[in-house]
Structures are given as C-alpha cells and as structure tokens.
C-alpha cells in the first residue's frame, strides 16, 4: 500500500495480557515513530527509528513497552502484562528523515488498544 | 504531559462563518505544525511555520506563528463541513528534533 499501515486495527485485552501492535511504513522511509494517544489527548511520543536502530526511546511509559524494528522496516511495539490505562490508540508514524525541515511525518490508522 | 494547550476545546459552528483556534505553549518551539485528525484516522499534516511571526495560507485556512514562536493561530474562513475534525498543533523544541509534542486538540464541528 502507499500509506502506513497498521495492523491489528483493534483489540482488546484482558488484563495481564501481551499485545503486539505491527506497523508497515511507507517504502523506503528511513524514520518511523510510534505514539499513543488516549482518548480525547493529542498523540504522546513513544519511541524513535533510525533503520533499525533505536535512537530514542524516552517516551515509553515503563518497561512493560518495548518495540523493534530489526531490518529497518516493519516495526513491532510490544506491551507485556496489559493494565486498563493502556488503553489507548497507538499511532505508527513513518518520514524520509526525520521531523526536520521538510520531512513530512506520514500517520497510519492507528490500531486501538482496549483493555478490560 | 500536554505542553500544548489549545483553545477552544471544543467548537460548533454554522457552515459559513469564521473562525480561530490557538495553540499556547510557555515553551520555545524551533518549528509549530498543524494536523487534523479524522475519526478512525491518523494526524495529516496541513503545514509546518518555523519562522517567528510568519503567516501561511491554504486556501480558507490561515496559519500564524508567534513573534516569540511560543504560540499559534489557525483561523478558517467560510467554514464548510468538510473542515469538521480534529485539529491538533505540535512543535519541535530543535531543528532535527525527532519527537514532537502534540497539543490537546480542537474539535471542530461545522453544522451545514
């Protein structure tokens, strides 16, 4: 596809469970980023790709967050043991560079994270 | 932490009229961008201001940037239904910086 895609698009968990969101940039972009957005807030930053390298990573809330990208492409943010306020939609991002100057940060859908 | 506060939260209004919403931070930004945000959909960014004091139109939609590039205004002439969303501004502290901080949002209604 042309754009980010994101998969699942929706889940639900049950508490203490592990979730594994993927995210497919767009061909090519050398950035990718994850966010989370809980209801009714604007995106949070999460973590930051280089290829496949993990340049920062200081939004994660706990270590219970933990995501990867080992060939510089898909990319996987894990949640272990899922609490109620993971609740949230995590948004994948993905650019040529990075948010400089002229690099277009290009969203997915999101896939939406509900835990009871 | 939201360090982007927008004004107003929440707004409705009649196809046709005009409007503003602002973006506040006590923060310095090196670059402010605006999206807007579809239900079910991710941000897409509908310009990036970088320079203190600087205006940029898109069609109906005027953007301005802060003398002290510590805030933003969106204002939209002739509203259309069409413009209905999610509008959320978010700056970068640096040039290069590689998180950005979103601001609370404003959801836009326009009532045909």
């Known amino acids: 596809g042309a754009g980010v895609s994101q998969s699942p698009r929706y889940k639900v968990a049950k508490r203490g469970q592990d979730v594994a969101l993927r995210c497919d940039p767009i061909s090519g972009h050398v950035s990718l980023f994850w966010y989370q957005q809980a209801l009714g807030q604007g995106p949070e930053f999460l973590t930051y790709f280089q290829n496949e390298a993990q340049l920062d990573k200081s939004g994660l809330p706990s270590d219970r967050f933990f995501a990867e990208r080992p060939e510089g492409s898909v990319s996987t943010l894990k949640i272990q043991r899922t609490q109620q306020e993971d609740s949230a939609v995590y948004l994948c991002?993905?650019?040529?560079?990075?948010?400089?100057?002229?690099?277009?940060?290009?969203f997915g859908e999101g896939s939406w994270l509900t835990v009871v | 932490t939201q360090l982007l506060e927008q004004s107003p939260q929440f707004l409705s209004i009649q196809e046709g009229e005009n409007l503003t919403v602002y973006c506040n931070s006590s923060?310095?930004?090196?670059?402010l961008q605006w999206y807007r945000q579809e239900p079910g959909e991710g941000p897409v960014l509908l310009v990036t201001v970088v320079t203190g004091g600087e205006v940029k139109k898109l069609k109906r939609l005027t953007f301005q940037f802060g003398d002290a590039r510590k805030d933003s205004s969106l204002h939209i002439t002739a509203a259309q239904p069409g413009d209905t969303g999610l509008y959320l501004c978010?700056?970068?502290?640096?040039?290069?910086?590689?998180?950005?901080?979103f601001g609370t949002g404003t959801r836009l209604t326009v009532i045909p």
């Open positions: 991002a993905s650019s040529l560079g990075g948010t400089a100057l002229g690099n277009t940060i290009y």
């Open positions: 978010a700056g970068a502290y640096r040039t290069g910086a590689n998180n950005l901080f």
């Open positions: 923060s310095v930004f090196s670059s």
